[in-house]
């Protein structure tokens, strides 16, 4: 009897482990963890910033991915992910891309916490930095945040909470996506929302991409705000240029608004194991009736433009560790704040001009 028990008890665990592996076999664990020792500094308006040394984490991650077949070509998915303060041992489950969701023939359908379709249009196509105080994200979508409707409404660049993504099928190199984000933050007076889309065709060497954005009630009711967006890569050998566009129109108020636009050019070369890079990026002066501005944007009227110059260069020891290092300068005109991205120059003043050098290793997994 006791025998029989036995083995009747290790069949069951085999059992109970083989089905355990049947439901994680289609699970990956992904991620980077990227961090640079710098030192930042700010000249300009009241005497600038003293020079700050740091080690600073650049938005390293660790994620989950899974898949399970449902059969006929349906597949449900998901995804969590994580911030990973690599500097400080800082960061919080599921705070980055977060989803659930199901794919096919009919193209994919998701809903969760997650980077809005205008933002995929330049952000790893076209900025050779990506990440970090190096990347042009500085100046391009007028700052990053991750937030719910009319939160940090100046911002273009946005991780979204609540979000409701579709994307189309492969058409020959064309996919296209259209996100709406649920207005849980309605009130007695406004109902901010979101919409985005976008659409992508990569061919070989070439990359197009057009991305917009809709804000509605997020300053004030009744106001919308628009980001169009261009982008456009393409590789000659082991050279690839990149060049992308955008134009912000913001409505502070139901009477007022302010536009700004800006662009990018950027161009990376591959020698050996080893790649340099560098980015140029400016916003031009804002116009419109604004009284004031609007994130890093100078109030229309004024002197409102800038620029931003990086330069770097990585050497990759393996296909997933690099030695890299990257030197940046916004140049801020009078009544433009535009700071380094991701990590910030504490305490920045309009017209003062913010820049960094760091040497860093990224590590992909």
Do not use: C
């Amino acid at each position: 009897m006791r025998h029989a028990v036995k083995a009747l008890l290790a069949g069951g665990l085999t059992l109970a482990s083989s089905a355990a592996l049947a439901q994680t076999d289609n699970i990956t664990i992904y991620g980077f963890l990227k961090v640079d020792a710098e030192s930042v500094w700010a000249g300009g308006a009241k005497g600038g910033v003293p020079s700050i040394q740091r080690l600073s984490n650049n938005l390293s991650v660790i994620g989950f991915k899974g898949v399970e077949d449902l059969g006929g070509g349906l597949q449900a998915f998901f995804q969590i992910e994580s911030n990973v303060g690599v500097d400080t041992g800082s960061g919080a489950l599921a705070d980055r891309n977060d989803n659930v969701g199901l794919r096919g023939s009919f193209g994919e359908i998701f809903g969760g916490q997650y980077e809005s379709p205008y933002r995929f249009v330049t952000v790893y196509a076209i900025d050779p930095f990506t990440a970090g105080i190096f990347a042009s994200n500085s100046i391009m979508g007028n700052g990053f945040t991750t937030a719910g409707n009319a939160q940090s409404p100046a911002s273009f660049d946005r991780r979204q909470k609540n979000l409701v993504q579709y994307s189309t099928p492969d058409f020959n190199g064309l996919v296209g996506k259209i996100a709406y984000a649920a207005r849980e933050e309605a009130t007695n007076t406004t109902n901010p929302g979101l919409i985005a889309g976008n659409l992508i065709y990569t061919n070989g060497p070439l990359y197009l991409a057009y991305g917009f954005e809709q804000h509605k009630d997020y300053f004030a009711s009744g106001t919308k705000d628009t980001g169009n967006k261009f982008g456009v890569a393409y590789s000659f050998g082991p050279t690839r240029v990149r060049f992308a566009w955008e134009r912000l129109r913001y409505e502070p108020t139901a009477s007022t608004n302010l536009r700004r636009d800006a662009w990018q050019l950027a161009v990376t070369h591959n020698i050996g194991n080893g790649q340099l890079r560098a980015s140029y990026v400016r916003a031009e002066k804002s116009k419109g009736n604004a009284t004031t501005g609007i994130g890093g944007i100078g109030k229309p009227g004024t002197e409102s433009g800038a620029q931003q110059f990086s330069l770097g260069y990585g050497y990759h020891l393996s296909k997933r560790t690099e030695l890299w290092g990257a030197f940046t300068k916004i140049n801020n005109q009078q009544t433009a704040s535009y700071n380094l991205s991701a990590n910030a120059i504490p305490g920045l003043s309009a017209g003062q001009s913010p820049a960094g050098i760091g040497l860093g290793i990224t590590h992909k997994f």
